[in-house]
């Protein structure tokens, strides 16, 4: 069972290219999100779908673009790199648990990207 | 936007000492859970609390909820170095969806042999 895994793990643009960060579950989740962490800012959250065809905004979605065609991939794309999107992306799924209260994540291992 | 702050920041502490880390909210949040995350790695779902007062242990790691639900402590027993990393607490929103959840900006926990 391999989880969530995010390709690529490393990543270096130059700025105004694009390039989309690819996520894969296999436990067919419905919820998945992508994050961006920074250091000392936590985790921030980007987009995120609530199943295929339905995706929304998250906190900072400036510069970023998702699809979710199927259950299983939710890629990011980046528009036009710029330096300040330099960061380590994390993609999650997740489901509901405990009656619906409780929302188990489960995370990539990332992917770090610097744009020069 | 709902804030979590989580405190310290940095806890640089000897093996088989106590912590307590903090995560402070003036918002209500239906749930709240705790993370931890290595380097190099993914975070990964440490426990989930619910309700108001709610005490989870886990091994040597306790988890409180508030009474209020605004906040929430993790106290780590006779702390190993095992247990180092990065300790991110994260809310789901009072009467929101509960997979759209607030991050603190985490507590980096080195434990020194």
């Known amino acids: 069972n391999a989880g969530v895994t995010q390709t690529p793990k490393f990543q270096v643009l130059k700025t105004g290219q694009s390039m989309t960060l690819q996520c894969a579950q296999d436990?067919?989740?419905?919820?998945m999100s992508w994050y961006r962490q920074d250091p000392g800012m936590g985790l921030r959250l980007i987009h995120y779908s609530v199943g295929a065809g339905i995706t929304d905004q998250g906190e900072v979605p400036n510069g970023y673009n998702v699809s979710r065609s199927t259950t299983e991939d939710f890629p990011l794309r980046l528009l036009s790199a710029a330096p300040s999107q330099t960061s380590v992306y994390f993609c999650a799924s997740s489901r509901p648990s405990g009656g619906g209260f409780e929302n188990i994540q489960y995370f990539g291992a990332g992917t770090r990207l610097s744009v020069l | 936007t709902q804030l979590l702050e989580q405190s310290p920041q940095f806890l640089s502490i000897q093996e088989g000492e106590n912590l307590t880390v903090y995560c402070n909210s003036s918002s209500v949040f239906s749930s709240l859970q705790w993370y931890r995350q290595e380097p190099g790695e993914g975070p990964v779902l440490l426990v989930t609390?619910?309700?108001?007062?709610e005490v989870k242990k886990l091994k040597r790691l306790t988890f409180q909820f508030g009474d209020a639900r605004k906040d929430s402590s993790l106290h780590i027993t006779a702390a190993q170095p095992g247990d180092t990393g990065l300790y991110l607490c994260a809310g789901a929103a009072s009467g929101g969806s509960n997979y759209k959840l607030t991050f603190g900006k985490g507590t980096l926990l080195t434990v020194n042999p």
């Open positions: 609390v619910v309700t108001g007062g």
């Open positions: 436990m067919n989740h419905e919820y």
